[in-house]
């Protein structure tokens, strides 16, 4: 067998430490991923011109309701709710009497992605003249919501609301294999996000209503 040239076993050197740097960056990154999942910051607390719910658990609901209530805001967006479910259903579904809020809150049913979250909310924050919002949805979810939300909302003051994840906060959570699905998951979304890839991919509703 010939022996390698030495420029060849450089550029092998150089290829394999190359490998290895992108590698150590994804698991730093990960790494730093998990710990602000499992630990979301304390959300700011003050008022806004509107919530944005972003569905995907029922304490997503379940907060943005106690913050309307609260007064946080007038008005709130849940995005990416089920076809045909109004207010009545989903106020329900959050053991609330939705009578306080009739009039406070939109539904929007077209999102079926974040990214597709992120349309449905600059469009109601637009058409609602909001300058600020409060963003809800899970902490692990929040890093990928924030950037599809900023791209979509430019002008717009954001402020994140993470709410921590039943899943991830059960006991012993963190040695089940299916709580790191859900990370490496997230975080492989993100990082596609963060390519500015994620319109790749897009939900036969949300190309029904495009």
């Known amino acids: 067998m ?23 960056g994804l698991a730093a990154g990960f790494v730093g991923f998990v710990v602000a999942a499992a630990n979301p910051a304390a959300p700011a607390m003050g008022e806004t011109d509107g919530i944005v719910v972003l569905t995907g658990g029922s304490e997503r609901v379940v907060t943005g309701f106690r913050l309307l209530a609260e007064g946080r805001a007038p008005r ?4 990416g709710a089920h076809p045909g479910a109004g207010l009545a259903e989903i106020a329900a579904a959050a053991n609330l ?8 809150v939109a539904i929007g049913y077209a999102a079926a992605s974040t990214r597709g979250n992120a349309v ?17 949805t899970a902490g692990y979810h929040m890093p990928r919501a924030m950037l599809e939300l900023r791209r979509a909302l430019p002008e717009t003051e954001l402020v994140p609301h993470p709410v921590p994840s039943a899943a991830l906060r ?9 709580s790191w699905m859900l990370l490496l998951g997230e975080y492989g979304r993100y990082l596609m996000a963060r390519a ?15």
Do not use: C, K, Y
Not at 170 to 178: K, V
């Open 2 to 24: 010939t022996e390698a040239s030495p420029g060849r076993r450089r550029s092998w050197r150089t290829a394999t430490v190359l490998v290895a740097l992108v590698a150590l």
């Open 76 to 79: 709130m967006l849940i995005s």
């Open 97 to 104: 009497d939705p009578a306080p809020f009739a009039g406070r």
């Open 120 to 136: 449905e909310a600059a469009a109601w924050a637009r058409a609602e003249g909001a300058r600020s919002l409060r963003i809800v």
């Open 170 to 178: 059960a006991r012993g959570a963190l040695w089940r294999p299916g």
């Open 196 to 210: 500015g890839l994620s319109g790749l991919v897009v939900s036969r509703r949300e190309m029904r209503d495009q």
